[in-house]
């Protein structure tokens, strides 16, 4: 395990290493999520295997450091992640990101290009989202405020997600995961859908074909973004197919 500090109060943001070549890349979880129990089979998957891999965990989640006056927004996310990828000396990097973590990914690939030269976004946010009590996911989370979700919200939550979810979402700090699913429904200005159609890399866009058609996909693909449908799959693609997202994540990066 490595870490790097990534806030003016030395909070640390902290990743698995898996040795190997360049071009780094660099795997990147959803809400409430974890980048090493999402992506370790794909980062050592024989399609994918043999390049510098981390598989980081964003604040607040997973193994890394839970701040209470960070504010979990998009930018701030992206901006701790680019002092984490700078601290440990990458630059160029190919992001496999799921989710939230696709929205953190186009954020940082606007703002630190440097760091980025191609994005794998994993049904990743790319527009606002209208709080929906109930709901599943950010949706859901939103139609608390947070103290409603510190005082309860949160454990209902919990037992409408199920064991898959839950036994990541218990390593996110409940503020956390309240302040970055309300950043991640209000989205971006301009708006991560915006941000991706003008960023001068490689992009693929993986989605679950059975959601159907992909709003907006024929925008996305004059722009020069890969859209993908895989099958026989939900919103997490690496874990319910596995071997066709290997596949598709390595035609992605040749």
Not at 15 to 38: F, I, N, Q, T
Request: with cysteine; charged share 20%; glycine share 10%.
């Amino acid at each position: 395990m490595r870490n790097a500090a990534v806030t003016p109060h030395g909070d640390l943001m902290r990743w698995v290493e898996l040795p190997g070549r360049d071009a780094p890349r660099v795997y990147v979880h959803g809400l409430g999520a974890s980048s090493s129990a999402y992506f370790t089979g794909t980062a050592a998957h024989p399609l994918l295997a043999g390049h510098r891999s981390l598989l980081i965990d964003l604040l607040g989640h997973g193994i890394s450091d839970r701040p209470a006056d960070f504010d979990y927004s998009l930018e701030s996310h992206a901006d701790t992640l680019a002092a984490a990828l700078t601290a440990a000396g990458v630059s160029g990097a190919e992001l496999i990101a799921h989710s939230m973590g696709g929205s953190v990914a186009i954020v940082l690939a606007a703002r630190h290009p440097g760091l980025v030269s191609r994005l794998v976004l994993v049904d990743a946010n790319l527009d606002p989202v209208t709080p929906v009590p109930g709901a599943p996911g950010s949706s859901g989370i939103t139609a608390f405020s947070e103290r409603e979700f510190l005082d309860g919200g949160w454990e209902k939550v919990r037992d409408t997600a199920g064991p898959h979810w839950w036994a990541t979402m218990r390593l996110t700090d409940p503020t956390a995961l309240h302040r970055s699913a309300v950043r991640l429904t209000r989205g971006t200005t301009p708006t991560m859908r915006e941000l991706l159609l003008k960023l001068p890399i490689p992009r693929t866009f993986l989605f679950p074909e059975a959601d159907g058609p992909f709003p907006g996909a024929q925008g996305l693909e004059a722009a020069g973004v890969r859209v993908v449908a895989v099958p026989d799959c939900g919103h997490n693609i690496m874990l319910d197919n596995p071997e066709v997202f290997a596949r598709e994540t390595a035609a992605a990066l040749a």
